[in-house]
Every structure is written in structure tokens, then in C-alpha cells.
């Protein structure tokens, strides 16, 4: 079982930048593959990010291409989504997720998520 810890959230200018971090407790995070999610008020959960177990494969939402990286620190047992450019419609609670996967699998949607944190809030002001 893992938990999962988000920080780094936080209010920014339009333009800024903030690293998001996901710390993960448990045992063998890096057999794991690890997505972002974001959810604004009102809207449905949306897809931001995700990695692999190794960080060899990584995938973007369309949103958010271009201004995200996420990458992932196996012996720190943290993933991270730094975010560059960032607008008003980036506001929302950032959650990130983890599911048990071996291979070079990028796992895009929600549903097939076995462990979630519990979000940490970015607010980008005009």
C-alpha cells in the first residue's frame, strides 16, 4: 500500500511558476506508476501528467502540454509536476495518484488509480 502527500500548491501570478511534489510512503513506490489530476470548481476531475514506474514513458495533457515536466526521484520516493507559465484556468486542487504497474505504462485515466492524495490547492491569479 502506498500514501500519497502533495505539496507545494499555493497562490501565483499569471506567468509564475510552482513545483508540485508528491511524497509517497509505503513500500516499493517505484513499482508504481504515477499520475497528476487537477480539478477546478465545478469541473470534472481532469488529467494533467503521468509517468511510468521507471520515468521512461511520460504523457501530457493537452492543457498543459508544453509548461509541465513531471519526472520522479525513485530513492526519495517523490514525484514531481513543476509548472511553468501558468494561467487563471490552471486554478484547482492538484491531486496525484499511484497504481501498481511494471512496466513502461503511462496511466491516463482516473478510474484505474488504485491510491490518491488528498490535493493540494494552486490558484493563479489574473
Known amino acids: 500500500q502506498v500514501q500519497l502527500v502533495e505539496s507545494g500548491g499555493g497562490l501565483v501570478q499569471a506567468g509564475g511558476s510552482l513545483r508540485l511534489s508528491c511524497a509517497a510512503s509505503?513500500?516499493?513506490?517505484?513499482?508504481?506508476?504515477v499520475g497528476w489530476f487537477r480539478q477546478a470548481p465545478g469541473k470534472e476531475r481532469e488529467f494533467v501528467a503521468a509517468?511510468?514506474?521507471?520515468?521512461?514513458?511520460?504523457y501530457y495533457g493537452e492543457s498543459v502540454k508544453g509548461r509541465v515536466t513531471i519526472s520522479r526521484d525513485n530513492a526519495k520516493n517523490t514525484a514531481y509536476l513543476p509548472m511553468n507559465s501558468l494561467k487563471p484556468e490552471d486554478t484547482a486542487v492538484y491531486y496525484c495518484?499511484?497504481?501498481?504497474?511494471?512496466?513502461?505504462?503511462?496511466?491516463?485515466?482516473?478510474?484505474?488509480?488504485?491510491?490518491w492524495g488528498q490535493g493540494t490547492q494552486v490558484t493563479v491569479s489574473s
Open positions: 509517468i511510468s514506474w521507471r520515468g521512461g514513458s511520460t
Open positions: 509505503g513500500r516499493m513506490f517505484s513499482h508504481y506508476a
Open positions: 495518484a499511484a497504481k501498481r504497474a511494471f512496466d513502461t505504462t503511462v496511466v491516463l485515466t482516473e478510474i484505474e488509480y488504485e491510491y
